[in-house]
């Protein structure tokens, strides 16, 4: 059986998670206090994030490789396009996501919310605060725009671009930083994503100290 090495609202690891939901790989998780950086962990991966899974009697880290790994060798559910430019805008989005979205957004959320008091590294910084709730109404307009044109965020099909776009907003609305109201079409594409069975164990998800808000687990929200 695989085992990942995660951190529950780690847009990163749930975006893993997903892909192996989808692909319907059993998979033993086992949460991770990445930031202690414990001998045994930094020894898995020493750049000593998570996601880490160990799978096919290897160790990998990296999100985007690991679910590139998934793809090439779970082709089916594919997540991926067959054409070129299908997978390129595939890939673009997924870095739209885990690159801007995360520097512009969750750090400046999510991070400032729930993991600094995790961690034990103080209090939210408002004005990163305030900067992530400016920002996120860029990007929930610009998901807006592309579900406009498209049915789902990269064409036609449901690929790891909506994975990564959803591990990113399920993890903000957990601590309710994503405003659902401002676009009917962002919120029935999420509501369909996350009604798929992959989205279970997600849905599931405690952490202490943190309750999400009603509609957090409500497929009809």
Request: glycine share 4%; with cysteine; proline share 6%.
């Amino acid at each position: 059986m695989a085992r990942l090495y995660h951190v529950p609202l780690s847009p990163f690891c749930r975006k893993v998670r997903l892909s192996l939901a989808e692909k319907r790989i059993e998979v033993e998780l086992v949460e991770e206090r990445y930031w202690e950086q414990e001998a045994d962990f930094l020894r898995r991966n020493p750049a000593a994030k998570v996601p880490v899974i160990r799978l096919d009697g290897k160790l990998m880290a990296e999100s985007a490789a690991i679910c590139e790994y998934l793809e090439e060798t779970r082709p089916d559910p594919s997540l991926m396009p067959s054409d070129p430019e299908g997978r390129y805008e595939v890939r673009r989005l997924v870095s739209w996501f885990d690159d801007k979205f995360h520097h512009e957004v969750t750090s400046k959320l999510l991070y400032e919310r729930v993991n600094k008091k995790v961690t034990g590294q103080g209090y939210p910084d408002s004005g990163n605060v305030k900067a992530g709730a400016r920002a996120i109404k860029y990007h929930l307009d610009y998901l807006a725009w592309l579900l406009d044109h498209r049915r789902w965020l990269a064409g036609d099909q449901m690929t790891l671009a909506d994975f990564a776009a959803a591990a990113h907003l399920s993890s903000l609305d957990y601590i309710s930083d994503v405003d659902w109201n401002r676009s009917a079409v962002v919120k029935d594409w999420y509501a369909k994503i996350k009604s798929r069975p992959a989205f279970r164990s997600i849905l599931a998800d405690q952490i202490p100290g943190f309750s999400p808000p009603a509609h957090y687990a409500d497929l009809d929200f």
